[in-house]
C-alpha cells in the first residue's frame, strides 16, 4: 500500500484542521491504521490508531478528547479531525498503516506540517 497525507496547514491555538490520508493499492480496508507525529528534535510520536475494520480507535493521552481518527474502507481513505490546537500540536504528521492487528506499522507516507501559533 502507498500512503500520501495532506491537509497539513498553519493555524491558531484553538483552532482545527482535518487531515487526510489517501491510500493506493488493494485491499486497504485490510490494514490497521495509525497517526503519528515529530516535532523538531523530538522523537515520532504515536497519535491515533484505528483498526481495520473501524470499529475501534485509540489515542495518546495527549490529544484524547480534542483529536478523532475514522477511516473510510470504501474510499481508501483516512482521516485525523484535530480539534482545540495547541502550539505544542506543532509537528509533522504521517500516516501509517500494517496488516499485524498489533506492533509496528509497515508502511508510512510522507509528513504533512502542521504549526499551531499561540
Known amino acids: 500500500v502507498q500512503l500520501q497525507a495532506s491537509g497539513g496547514g498553519s493555524v491558531q491555538a484553538g483552532g482545527s484542521l482535518r487531515l487526510s490520508c489517501a491510500a493506493s493499492?488493494?485491499?486497504?480496508?485490510?490494514?490497521?491504521m495509525g497517526w503519528f507525529r515529530q516535532s523538531p528534535g523530538k522523537e515520532r510520536e504515536f497519535v491515533a490508531g484505528?483498526?481495520?475494520?473501524?470499529?475501534?480507535?485509540y489515542y495518546a493521552d495527549s490529544v484524547k478528547g480534542r483529536f478523532t481518527i475514522s477511516r473510510e474502507n470504501a474510499n481508501k481513505a483516512l482521516y485525523l479531525q484535530m480539534n482545540s490546537l495547541k502550539p505544542e500540536d506543532t509537528a509533522v504528521y504521517y500516516c501509517?498503516?500494517?496488516?499485524?492487528?498489533?506492533?509496528?506499522?509497515?508502511?508510512w507516507g510522507q509528513g504533512t506540517l502542521v504549526t499551531v501559533s499561540s
Open positions: 501509517a498503516a500494517s496488516l499485524h492487528v498489533a506492533g509496528a506499522y509497515d508502511y
Open positions: 493499492g488493494r485491499a486497504f480496508s485490510r490494514y490497521r
Open positions: 484505528i483498526t481495520s475494520s473501524g470499529d475501534s480507535t
